[in-house]
Antibody, heavy 127, light 107 residues
Framework: EVQLVESGGYLVQPGGSLRLSCAAS????????MDWVRQAPGKGLEWVGR??????????DYAASVKGRFTISRDDSKNSLYLQMNSLKTEDTAVYYC??????????????????WGKGTTVTVSS | DIQMTQSPSSLSASVGDRLSITCRAS??????LNWYQQTPGKAPKLLIY???SLQSGVPSRFSGSGSGTDFTLTISSLQPEDSATYYC?????????FGQGTKLEIK
């Protein structure tokens, strides 16, 4: 069964750091683009960032709101994805989801969509 | 960044109704538009990708249409389990952005 399981969410003080993990099973993480998406309490979905697949050298992109503070990495040997979060702010409080992005090449055009999601892990930034 | 605007923000409908949710992009995104369904306390679930392709396992009463800047999610015959919040999301280029969501209530 294809599955993603996030962990590492915690209560942390403003300015602190946290590392989230996302363990994949049923597929090989390095073959896929992977994304992080978050959802603040009572709010909508916000894309956080993504990492490319191995052929694309695992390149990373980030939302402006987290760029310079958050870093996405992988450990292919553990089939796991990580989100290192530094200089945390109260507005980073959210449920964080990891998601597999499927890349579909149709008539030479690439479509990207998040087809498998984890259940999420909760990060609370508060003093 | 490309902005995504959904309408309506919420709606109420009855079982068996046909309804549509619209999503507008601030610039052309070709057909790089996905729709997700989220129920409270759960992760989002992919319904439609590339504007009109139905994800495997999703009931055929869901359909998507549109290209460029204007897109529509249609539910042909509403069922009780369709009570959820629906989000559009573009994947034309990073940063990806989601619409603000449409909360659907079943009367």
């Amino acid at each position: 069964e294809v599955q993603l399981v996030e962990s590492g969410g915690y209560l942390v003080q403003p300015g602190g750091s946290l590392r989230l993990s996302c363990a994949a099973s049923g597929f090989t993480l390095s073959d896929h683009y992977m994304d992080w998406v978050r959802q603040a309490p009572g709010k909508g979905l916000e894309w956080v960032g993504r990492t490319g697949d191995k052929p694309n050298s695992h390149t990373t992109d980030y939302a402006a709101s987290v760029k310079g503070r958050f870093t996405i990495s992988r450990d292919d040997s553990k089939n796991s994805l990580y989100l290192q979060m530094n200089s945390l702010k109260t507005e980073d409080t959210a449920v964080y989801y990891c998601a597999r992005t499927w890349v579909w090449n149709y008539l030479g055009y690439y479509y990207y969509y998040m087809d498998v999601w984890g259940k999420g892990t909760t990060v609370t930034v508060s003093s | 960044d490309i902005q995504m605007t959904q309408s309506p923000s919420s709606l109420s409908a009855s079982v068996g109704d046909r309804l549509s949710i619209t999503c507008r992009a601030s610039q052309s995104i070709r057909s790089s538009l996905n729709w997700y369904q989220q129920t409270p306390g759960k992760a989002p679930k992919l319904l439609i990708y590339a504007a009109s392709s139905l994800q495997s396992g999703v009931p055929s009463r869901f359909s998507g249409s549109g290209s460029g800047t204007d897109f529509t999610l249609t539910i042909s015959s509403l069922q009780p389990e369709d009570s959820a919040t629906y989000y559009c999301q573009h994947s034309y280029t990073t940063p990806y952005t989601f619409g603000q969501g449409t909360k659907l209530e079943i009367k």
